[in-house]
């Protein structure tokens, strides 16, 4: 079930006259607020659409009972079997206290078993177990369905660039 991208809301200008919208139900809305500065900023932009993607993530994800960084964690054993705590904490940025529920809730659900890792004898290695497979491969699915209709109004091109740019900050 894809969802069609939101509008986009613009401010309306400051030279035009103030105006108010009309809500559906035919009452007079809120006038638009100049957001010329908030627009101008990373933080700002990065947020909003976070919002809009979180949001669709969560109702398409329910079903999975997935949050963002169970995907994220499923999604790195998937394509990392035998990684450690201590890689996908440094990897996601994940605080090792609470790291230790998400895994212990993986296991719970029966998606990840642990093994002795095979070149440390202190560790111990993450495996996905056929279940957790299994999940990871249709969530995989649905969660690139959901960036492809999030992105919709974007080229390739600009979405590989967006993408690449937002790792610059990050990375």
């Known amino acids: 079930m894809a969802t069609a991208p939101r509008p986009r809301k613009r401010a309306a200008s400051l ?16 006038e638009p607020l100049d957001t010329r500065v908030l627009e101008g900023l990373v933080g700002y932009n990065a947020r909003r659409a976070y919002l809009v993607i979180s949001a669709t993530f969560a109702e398409r994800m329910a079903v999975y009972g997935m949050k963002p960084v169970d995907f994220s964690v499923l999604s790195l054993l998937e394509h990392n079997p035998g990684a450690t705590s201590r890689q ?3 990897t996601l940025d994940i605080l090792p206290p ?19 890792h095979p070149h440390d004898r202190r560790a111990l290695g993450l ?3 056929p279940a957790g497979h299994q999940l990871v491969a249709q969530a995989e699915e649905a969660v ?14 600009e979405r590989d660039t967006l993408i690449r740019l937002l790792q610059k900050i990050y990375l």
């Open 15 to 30: 030279a035009s006259p103030a105006h108010t919208t009309t809500a559906p139900n035919g009452s007079a809305g809120p």
């Open 127 to 129: 495996h996905l177990t």
């Open 88 to 90: 996908l904490c440094a």
């Open 98 to 116: 609470n790291f230790v529920n998400i895994v212990a809730d993986m296991d719970r659900r029966g998606l990840i078993e642990r093994r002795p």
């Open 144 to 157: 690139i369905q959901l960036e492809q209709d999030a992105s919709a109004r974007l080229t390739e091109r």
